[in-house]
């Protein structure tokens, strides 16, 4: 008989902010359950995290590493699936690797890891386990993404010329890592988030936006990172000119400290025929312009859209979808293909949709070269 | 040990509409389980349902009357908790007087019932039973239209003095009952759906939003009511002047002809020191007009607002929620107060903020003096 | 020698709000030469404003009677064209006659006077002198505004069925008219505003826009008007439910106690096939929406616009028109139908595209019946 | 007794376009008249332009060197003013210069010159004779640019952080140079247009508002240039980062081959306190956002602004005000300038606010900067 995908998550605990929103994604359609997790470092806070989610008890670890053991011995009928990894960037390489080892999936936070060395690695070890890794670049779950994807990949604009990708938030403008905030605490230390502030944290979603949404890819950048918060030792700012493979030129930029900004990730492509804009905070609508036609305003699940954008919608046109949905659009893909595998089927290409091990290399790529470039006289640094 | 809230189905089979947004706004925050369900009338597409949800068989019914008195005689440790009625309005009755006078707490779609006698009586069982009764009013649910409410509540535009609100949609302007939409088939057939057509599905939506936002009740009425297409037998599309017992004039249109839109619920109120706008589509925004000051764009989520706004996100400020977490903010304050009740303590104020068997009053009370005032030649008719 | 055309004006005095706003729109295509006026009923301000205007002294005038008088005993290639009256409603049939009964066009601000019999003895005047005679219901003048118009009339949007015409403006939300503010005096006055407040300010505006770009005509209407304001004379509100020729079905209110609302004027229109929505807040969009094709965002001068629209405006797509160019359409077309006569010429018919006095009668009928409506127990009045 | 301002164009014959512009601006409040004109390199063009202009014939000269001997030999009472200059670049410095050497005042259009020496020896003639040079960077007329550039000077931001201005359109998406496009002919033509394209015509606007906002100027830039359409001799887009003599960051890219878009020149900048942002396409608004309050929505004409913008407006708030009113805001204030040495009075140091000849000379220096480093394997070059 059927049964739903079991997932056992490591970190995100009660309080946690990403925790909440991968329990959510993945419960949203009804197709994943929730089976155990270690949720925390610290037993107690695993324990009672644990308890508010309504898991028995000898189903709450201390440890990742002890989840992975005890689950593996369970029988076939009863352990999880795959592992969810909600934790800050520098433990994201242990419990991955380890998952991948003993033969659990994995989905996983980003950035993949805390450095290329991690990276690599873990892209190996997906290539030679052959077990489904989902990285949660959440953003191209939206809808009005995919149909922007298809569009571009369809020629209806023509060749792509221009791409502006801009990811603004003003939460850091103040050095809130002297207060007791966790995330900005531990997204503002490199021994945590790593080599990069901004960059790591909401530059790379708009890297990777850039290439799902256009099919191409950075070869060369140049950039000016800054970290303007007196004190603070991570870039909370940086703006990058791109040149990509096919000869389009582009800007990136993001930041942390653009005060009054939200979460105002977008993109505007332009190519020789037409251009579209995407805005992340009105995520159901694609503006596409023509060079004599009016301007069209799209709609999540309104008229005609490519079959990889009605896909990910779930409710009626003009019932807004949000982040939550389009977060979820990638546990449902990641469920469906690991059903098949469970179920020995033939999993729908359209569920095979969800970023990879190898964009999470990619967006590591993107780390490095684009913090080399901030501290180098190079004009261009090749990607 | 703490558990899940276990929810029982009537309606909603595989195909559904409105019955798979229920099931993932109960889903989402992981406080609700659905253990049983009678999805359809026909036994096979009911059966067929439970085990595309991964219920177990002997907990998918064929009817609702069996599936209420089967749980009945269940352990307590195993009965579902409440039944989630999702099916058209002329089988909201039946389930729900039986789910109440066998003891189950009930969450139903709007409108309330069929007729103004069911409704009544409705309300008569909720009062002697003491049972949970919530209608699925799902706008009242966003955060924004509560930071609205909270607002007037607080005086802060002053005297109400003018309302409007408005509700088009497009999607029935072609005879599409004629087609194999099962959605339109059913709410243009005054056998299912009552004496009303859009003035009951999406006017009481209308009609409630504008009382629970502004805290006022609508004293009278004068409407113009309309079939536009051919052969069409209840309203597409109703325009209606209302007078408020505080001395507020207000105006409530709600169409669905009116072609090119999507589900544009939105509405304007007007005080002596200020306004507000807010609109379905883009709900994580609530305008704020001022008299001498420039208008202010609120957000869900960003800055100083009022606790039941905050309560009723669940994500940073810039991630959109839309209409499944509006819809599932009445479910988890259901689950919250069933909760309490099973585990006998004291339910959180907040939580007690979802439409009762008193609004669906209210509501079927709109539907019936608006469709009687809708072919009467009197100007005013009283509510 | 080609010439410029010339203006005399009646009111708008210096300080004036409307005078202003005539005399921009009409210099603005440098075909209009403002020679004359009597610019206030007080003579030495009369004078002052000459003076600010740059015009000689002795074509300052202290009445418009003595200016009508003189103006008419000047020469050929010295009088004045046409007068332009922009004083209250209640002086609005004096100049307007005498200019008319001594061989003068007109251009007139509305509404067309202070009562209907007025308003229809200017009809017979314009009638039987045939006399160009232009209201300035500015709000037509925009290109975008001619482009629904033409849209409609070629049946793009299919037959009408729906139209929603609001005009909510804030100012008057408090007792304005107590203060030193000259416009909100006159307006709220009676004796200088005739009886309708809102409704003959801005609720003409609305009524014209609706019959101008649907070319439909309202038969029937049911009104609310209120005066919220304590002590206003006047209505500062009005609900109205209106019926066409076509069966179509209306809303139209007007408000100027929409606190914090600027000069909203906008309009909904649906057909069979599609609507469309104009907002003069915005003035250079037209969003044009269908059954099931994305919306659609025409740009004033962008594109493939129908003819009346491309001509009304000025400079490339993307760079703003406002108010001003809109009202000096107006102007513009009545320079080219009056030179036309003056060098005995055809008009190109793209310029006999401005409101008459018909126009300006219709408005004069519409005050007087929802005014009667208003305090009528009749749903339905004729119109 | 007081006159208008007189001015002489050189160049605006029919059918140009931002010869129309000037005039239509320059006539808006009625303070200047055009007097006479060179209006084409072409003797019947001229003549025929002035002819639809009303001019006398004995004041539309041949040539603009005609033109000033002429006027120059005229009497006080009768003689132009002010010179107008509306021709392509390479024919600013012509006029420009022989009006100084004869006494006029000078209204120029932008960039100033054809290259650096022009503009540097402009500069100096405008110092040496102490006479009226005013450049028609337009887009600083508005009346909300005014408030962000108060707002900003006041401190209301705290210190500016980072700067993205950007000037996107697409009418150059095609070799529309190929066609009869005069306006596409000359912009492309390096013997025209000088060294730059699209960063000449638009980067130059983008930059000079950059300044005249935030009062900052830059000092060094990073940039990529490219002509996207085959056989183009000039960049036709250009991505440019910048640093800012405060320390503040930027971005600034312009594009005439960003298909569909209009002319959307748009800016934002964020400080330690908060950020604003304003589109030209929508002028009449003014976004303020705000680190934890709600973003507040300026709107030209309405509450508590700056003097300077509210000068800058001439209707009531919700009338929109457009380019040409913008426009017209740089000839109000050279007019009231030019009155004052007319009749000898002191200028309200409100009309003193129009660019000069010395931000001419920044934007000279910003067009070869720029084209430098776009061609330069330097990081960042020096402005």
């Given amino acids: ?23 959510m994604a993945a419960a ?14 610290k037993p107690d806070k695993s324990k009672a995290s644990g308890e508010a989610f309504f898991l028995p008890e000898d189903r709450v670890y201390g440890s990742y ?21 909600v934790t800050p960037n520098h433990v994201h390489f242990g419990p991955a690797k380890m998952a991948l080892e003993n033969g659990f999936h994995v989905v996983c936070d980003k950035p993949l890891a805390f450095n290329m060395e991690e990276a690599l690695e873990l892209e190996k070890l997906v ?41 603004p938030q003003g939460w850091l403008s103040t050095k809130l890592e002297d207060t007791d905030s966790k995330q900005a605490s531990w997204r503002t230390d490199p021994k945590r988030s790593g080599i990069a502030g901004a960059m790591g944290d909401i530059g790379t979603h708009a890297e990777n936006l850039a290439e799902y949404i256009t099919g191409l890819q950075i070869t060369e950048l140049c ?23 096919n000869g389009a030129k582009g800007i990136l930029h993001a930041s942390q400290i653009s005060a009054g900004e939200e979460n105002d990730l977008n993109i505007r492509v332009y190519g020789e025929k037409g251009g579209l804009e995407w805005r992340q905070m009105e995520p159901n609508t694609l503006v596409v312009k023509w060079l004599d036609k009016p301007k069209q305003v799209m709609r999540t699940g309104f008229g005609d859209l490519h079959p990889a954008s009605l896909a990910a919608a779930r409710i009626p046109a ?21 059903r098949a595998r469970v179920e020995g089927t033939k999993v729908d290409p359209i569920h095979e949709d969800f970023p990879t091990v190898s964009d999470g290399v990619r967006g590591m790529r993107f780390i490095e070269r684009v913090v080399y470039a901030g501290s180098s006289e190079e004009k261009w640094v090749k990607f």
Avoid: W
């Avoid at 359609?29 to 270690?38: H, K, M, P, Y």
């Avoid at 590493?65 to 011995?73: G, L, S, V, Y």
């Fill in 223 to 245: 950039a000016d990172l800054t970290a303007f918060v007196d004190g603070r030792a991570l870039d909370d700012d940086g703006n990058v000119l791109l040149r990509f493979d």
């Fill in 65 to 85: 590493a002890e989840m992975i053991e005890q689950e593996k011995n369970l029988s076939e009928g009863e352990r999880m699936d795959f592992v969810s990894i």
């Fill in 127 to 167: 290539e030679s386990t052959g077990l489904i890794f989902a990285l949660t670049h959440n953003y191209t779950g939206y809808p009005m993404v995919k149909q922007a994807r298809a569009m571009i990949k369809n020629g209806e604009l023509g060749k792509i010329r221009k791409v502006v990708v801009e990811y």
């Fill in 28 to 41: 949203l359609d009804g197709q994943i359950e929730l089976v155990c997790g270690a949720f925390s470092s």
């Fill in 318 to 338: 003009g019932h807004p979808e949000g982040y939550l949905e389009a977060f979820a659009n990638i546990y449902r893909n990641v469920a469906a293909c690991i």
């Fill in 1 to 23: 008989m059927a049964r739903k995908i079991r997932m056992g998550m490591v970190g995100g605990g009660i309080g946690a902010f990403i925790g909440g929103v991968h329990r």
